[in-house]
Each structure stands twice: as structure tokens, then as C-alpha cells.
């Protein structure tokens, strides 16, 4: 804490700061339900920020930039308040006195409700305490390859080897061997397309993102589950789509509740998205439990959208089942990528997978081909390893299998995060991740970003809030299993000193 207010050349004569600390007096008198500790929690994710400047430690100008136009953009979101004194104080602000200073270029309105929390504001914290040189674990994102999962070598040596002739764009839809080695990939499922089903994208999320836009007009809903991976929710809202969340139930395994779904379809239901392996959750649904889905989407002339970018990433007795081989009549998308099963995330390498009822998606389908070639292509280079990737050994299975690094690092965290009291987990049967419950009764979390971010504050290792996830209610939080047993088990540690202090303080 003491670090960020570190002074930097500036004292509380410098006037920048003189002014900026009048703005602040400013605006707690304009706005008295806002307490000191409440502006420094929102506008700088910080509750002693206030305290700290008044006792004469001066933020960065860049912190003091944010703040001010935070500030402002508060004021601009509540204007019944009298705002008496503009935020930004008058004289002398050096910042002022750049060209273009005084304009304020906002984000598009569409953006508004967009929210992609598991790289948000708490991230941009442990950001800035690395910069100040703590050492922070991070538990965030499920990307393998700066946990030493290695890609397999073979995959690395043949993107090199075809280097010279990736240079150029190639067909926007992909590289023909990648493109057929995915399509035998899906016949081995027993699911027949043809090439010009596959479409490569940047990863799959581009391909999310693409799929919505290409489908929804303003209003027009998509059932997501509930958790989600944020994605899906955001790529719905950007597209003008409602994203209506089904309720993915903890108390059965968070299998989706079929009963919840089908209340929530209406006249403007355009499809279901169904994550499976799930990611936050990590529970993988048993056939019949899609079956259900199916029958639900084929009853109201639903589109079927499955993300299944875990589909090799199983534990214990789990078996995978696409839900396009189920909805041979149905339309249905399905979303794979190399990103990780064979840990090449950065190569941005996914795939969909247009299969079933494609003579009335033509529509749909020009626009999908449309938006595929307005991006030219996706990354060439990573296209090769798509058909080696696909084919031969299949490295990630020693990664599961018992004794396996993933296999063991799930138990670990399980067994670890389990014994704390108060927590419960349902054990994941696929995926990266853990998405623990925090019982209400002993935690009583208002706000679980404020939580996350006191834990990371306090311990320096960071996770992802339940509520990121697009789950309702601030009792849940993610944890990316993806560490070496030490640092997981560090990690872990550190929650369970943190929560047992969180106990005693509300007990
Ligand atoms: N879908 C799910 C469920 C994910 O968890 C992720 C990444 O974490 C993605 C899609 C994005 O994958 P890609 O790296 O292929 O863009």
C-alpha cells in the first residue's frame, strides 16, 4: 500500500497535487453518501487512498489523471447531484496545458455494458503492485504455457518448418490440411461435414465473437449458462443481442437446470450456448443431460452453440460427448482450438464447426463467410500446427491420466481448498479450474470484487471473482489450477490464512 503513494518529485505544495486534493474535498462535499474509504475503494481500488494523500503522500500524475476523470465520469452518471466545483481543478494543471488535453474521447455506447472481468480492474491492480515489485501468483487465466506445460515439440518444429510459406494470407476460412484434418477429427465422433463447414479463426474467441455477430439483431436473446465464460456474454451484448443466463445448478454437479432454461426461452430466442467442459465449473454433461438440451433447442427452433475447447481435458471416469453428434437435424457450432489441450494459447488457433440443419442457416452462413473475409484470414503461421496437433500421439493425456501434472494439481487444490471451513467445491470433471463456494454464513462478501482485490492486496496471489463469471450471487470465486504443486499449494495457503482472518474479523 505504502508503495503506490510513493512520492515521485512531489510534495503536497507541488499545486497539481493542491489541486487534485480539492477536487477530491469537492467531490466527497458533493456527493455526502460517499465515505473517504468508499472513493478510494471505487475510484482507485484502494479504501486508505483519501487518508493516505491527506496525511501528504502524493499519487503519480497517472493516478491522478485516472482518478480525476473517474471522478468525472461519475459526476456525468449522476448529474441530479449539484457539482458545484468541476473535478478537474482550473489552474495550474501542467496536464491542462497539452494539446488536445481538454478533449474527452469516450468509448463506444455499444461497449457500455460489455464486461470481461477475468482480465478487469482487479488485474489492472496486480499490475500495478508487479510494477512496484511485488511478486504476485496469479490464478487467473487458464494459459498453460507460463505454468511450464510445454507444447509438444513436434507441433513447434513443423509451424517453423512451414514458415516460409505462411507468409501470406491464405483462404479466409483456413488452410485446406488444417481445415480437413479437423474435419476427420470430428469424424472420429462420428460426425461428418465437409471442409467448407470449418471455419479457422484467431482462437475461438474470435470465433465467439464473429458467430454473434453474424447472428443477432438488437433485442434478439441467447441463452448462456450461469456461470459462464464471460465471453459468451460479452460477444452477445456487443452484438446488440440480451443475454439470458440459464442457472447451472452447484447442488447437481452444475448440470444445467433444463426446467430454467426452457422458462427463459421467449418468441426472441435465437439459440443455446453450452460450455462443456465447463469453464468456470469444470463439470462435463453426461449424454443425457444434453439429450435434454437437444430436445429443448429442436421444440423451439433453437440454434445449438457448443464450446468445447476442453474436450480432451477429462478426469477420473469423465467422457466427453459433442452435442452435435446428438443434433444431426439441428444447426449447431461448435468451437475448438489448440489453445489448450496442446498449450499453444498464444498461437490463437481455433476452430467452428458448422454441422445439421445448414439449408436453412444459408442466410446465416453467408454472413458468418462475410465476416471471415473481412478479417482476410486468421493467423497463418499457427494453422500449421493444426493438423499435426490433430493427429498421431496425444500428449495431453499424460497431463490427466492419474499421476499426470493436471491430474494431480486438481486433486491437490481440491483436497486443500476443501478442508478450509466454510468452503465447498464440486470436483471437477474436466477443464483448469476450480469454482469454490464460499458459505455466506461465515463469509458474509458484499461485494466480491472488494473481496478479491482485499486477497490480493493482503496476500498478493489473484483470482477471479464469482461474479465475473456472470454468477448472481458474491459467494463464489475461480481459482486456475494450472500452478506447480509448490505454488498451488502457496497460493492456497495464503487463502486459507486470509479467510480464517476473514472469519474472525465478521465472526
Ligand atoms: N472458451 C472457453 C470456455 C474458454 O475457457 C476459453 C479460454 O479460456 C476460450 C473459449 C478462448 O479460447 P481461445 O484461446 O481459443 O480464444
Redo the contacts with the bound molecule.
Keep these: 500500500m505504502q508503495a503506490r503513494h510513493d512520492q515521485i518529485g512531489k510534495t503536497l505544495q507541488d499545486p497539481i497535487i493542491m489541486n487534485f486534493s480539492q477536487a477530491v474535498d469537492q467531490f466527497l462535499l458533493d456527493y455526502p453518501d460517499i465515505s473517504a474509504t468508499q472513493f478510494g475503494t471505487r475510484f482507485r481500488k484502494d479504501p486508505n487512498f483519501v487518508s493516505e494523500l491527506k496525511k501528504g503522500r502524493s499519487p503519480r500524475l497517472a493516478t491522478v489523471e485516472q482518478v480525476l476523470m473517474a471522478m468525472d465520469d461519475y459526476r456525468r452518471e449522476h448529474p441530479r447531484q449539484p457539482a458545484s466545483l468541476p473535478s478537474h481543478p482550473k489552474e495550474p494543471l501542467h496536464l491542462k496545458e497539452q494539446p488536445g488535453a481538454d478533449m474527452d474521447i469516450r468509448k463506444s455506447a455499444k461497449l457500455k455494458n460489455v464486461c470481461y472481468d ?1 482480465r478487469g480492474p482487479v488485474l489492472k491492480e496486480a499490475t500495478a503492485m508487479e510494477e512496484m515489485g511485488h511478486r504476485i501468483i496469479k490464478l487467473n ?2 494459459n498453460p504455457a507460463p505454468f511450464g506445460f510445454e507444447a509438444p515439440q513436434e507441433i513447434l518444429a513443423d509451424v517453423i518448418t512451414n514458415l516460409p510459406s505462411a507468409i501470406g494470407y491464405c483462404d479466409s476460412k483456413g488452410l485446406f490440411a488444417a481445415r480437413k484434418a479437423i474435419v476427420q477429427y470430428y469424424q472420429q465422433k462420428r460426425l461428418f461435414v465437409d471442409v467448407g463447414d470449418i471455419y479457422i479463426g ?5 470465433l ?1 465473437v464473429m458467430a454473434m455477430q453474424a447472428l443477432l439483431d438488437d433485442g434478439d436473446e441467447m441463452l448462456i449458462p450461469s456461470p459462464d ?1 464471460p ?2 456474454t460479452a460477444a452477445v451484448t456487443l452484438s446488440g443481442g440480451t443475454p439470458v443466463h440459464y442457472l447451472c445448478d452447484e447442488e447437481a454437479g452444475w448440470f444445467p437446470d433444463i426446467a430454467d432454461m426452457e422458462r427463459k426461452i421467449t418468441s426472441k430466442t435465437r439459440g443455446i450456448v453450452i ?1 462443456n467442459p ?2 468456470p465449473t469444470g463439470a462435463v454433461y453426461s449424454k443425457e443431460l444434453l439429450e435434454q438440451v437437444v430436445r429443448l433447442a429442436r421444440k423451439h427452433n433453437l440454434i445449438l452453440f457448443a ?1 468445447e ?2 474436450d480432451k481435458i477429462l478426469y477420473d471416469e469423465a467422457r466427453h460427448t459433442s452435442i452435435a453428434t446428438l443434433a444431426p437435424d439441428l444447426l449447431c457450432l461448435t ?1 475448438n ?4 489441450a496442446y498449450r499453444v ?1 498464444g498461437f ?3 476452430w467452428l464447426m458448422v454441422s445439421g440443419n445448414k439449408k436453412a442457416a444459408k442466410d446465416y452462413i453467408e454472413g458468418l463467410d462475410m465476416l471471415a473475409s473481412m478479417r482476410l484470414c486468421a493467423n497463418v503461421p499457427a494453422q500449421h500446427a493444426i493438423q499435426t496437433a490433430l493427429g498421431g500421439y496425444q500428449s495431453i493425456n499424460d497431463l490427466i491420466l492419474p499421476g499426470g501434472r493436471l491430474h494431480e494439481q486438481r486433486n491437490l487444490a481440491w483436497d486443500m481448498l476443501t478442508a478450509i471451513p466454510g468452503v465447498s467445491c464440486v470436483k471437477p470433471d474436466g ?1 483448469l479450474y476450480l469454482f469454490p463456494r464460499l458459505d455466506p454464513k461465515i463469509y458474509p462478501i458484499q461485494d466480491d470484487q472488494e473481496f478479491i482485490l482485499e486477497f490480493l492486496q493482503a496476500e498478493k496471489v489473484l483470482l477471479v471473482q464469482g461474479t465475473g463469471f456472470n454468477w448472481a450471487q458474491p459467494d463464489h470465486f475461480r481459482v486456475v489450477f494450472l500452478p506447480g504443486r509448490d505454488e498451488l499449494a502457496e497460493a492456497i495457503t495464503r487463502l486459507a490464512r486470509f479467510l480464517d482472518g476473514y472469519r474472525h474479523r465478521y465472526a
Excluded at 484467431?202 to 474470435?206: A, H, I, K, L, R
Design positions: 477475468i487465466i487458464g484467431n482462437g475461438v474467441s474470435e465467439i465464460y465471453l459468451w460450455i465447463n469453464n464450446d475447447i476442453y468451437f482450438g489448440l489453445s489448450k494459447a490463437r488457433s481455433g477443464a
